[in-house]
Nanobody, 121 residues
């Protein structure tokens, strides 16, 4: 059973930087596309960024392009989210996601427990 353990959240000021980490346990990390999602109070969970198992071009939601960077270290089974120029609207619980869509259309997806990021103005 895959488990995801996030770390790195906290309280920062507007303009600061923060790096989140998500360690992957219990599966073949390389097979999974890893992503970050976030959920602000009263809002639905939204996609932030994702990166395939082989690396390659990451994907970002428009509101974080140029400020956030997703990366992965397959030797450490860990995915990172470097967040720069943080804004109060980035305040949310950030969730790590692992996704593996097999050729027979079976989808495996797992979530971490979430880590709080609070950006004060």
């Amino acid at each position: 059973q895959v488990q995801l353990v996030e770390s790195g959240g906290g309280l920062v000021q507007s303009g600061d930087s923060l790096t989140l980490a998500c360690e992957f346990f219990g599966g073949a990390f390389y097979d999974y596309t890893m992503g970050w999602f976030r959920q602000a109070p009263g809002r639905e969970r939204e996609f932030v960024a994702a990166i395939r198992g082989s690396g390659g071009t990451p994907y970002y939601t428009d509101s974080v392009k140029g400020r956030f960077t997703i990366s992965r270290d397959n030797a450490k089974n860990t995915v990172y989210l470097q967040m720069d120029s943080l804004k109060p609207e980035d305040t949310a619980v950030y969730y790590c996601n692992a996704r593996n869509l097999l050729s027979d259309a079976t989808l495996y997806t797992y979530w971490g427990q979430g880590t709080q990021v609070t950006v004060s103005s």
